[in-house]
């Protein structure tokens, strides 16, 4: 049985790029969610005005890769100190959020915030917000895959290939086979 998490860290393209490659995560799917906008359009999200935010949805198998260890992968890949802003790419919709579709899964988001604040693990205040999943929607086709389809498009060779590589090297028990 497969569970579901959702995760904000910055263009969806450099944290698919990732989550691609974890063991035990069956789809990844490139989406926009919490913001005001019924199935808005990247154009529409780029605004700022939706309230979405640019995430990845994971499907996972628990038995394989827990959700603890796809929070910790989550906070090596991506700043989670810079307010609505990742590297160059800044707005409302880069914001570090995590988007839970269980109890256990918050609980686990907190839990794990908790204890990077307080060994002040980056030195600034994490502002990742911890919310439930609400008004998600597939981003559109071109979108998903993006890097495995564009390695050496500029953006993804200077951005998503260098997030890849510290997840293979941090957490090379979880590189997909």
Known sequence: MTETLVLGGGCFWCTEAVYVKVRGVTDVESGYCNGHTVSPTYDEVCTGRTGHNEVVKLEYDPAQVSTRELLEIFFVIHDPTTLNRQGNDAGTQYRSGIYFTTPEQAELA??????LSAAKAYGQPIVTEVLALANYSAAEDYHQDFFERNPYQGYCMAV??????????????????
């Open 160 to 177: 998503a290939a260098p997030k890849v590589l510290k997840f293979k090297k941090t957490f090379a028990r979880l590189v997909r086979d």
């Open 110 to 115: 907190r839990a794990l915030i908790a204890e």
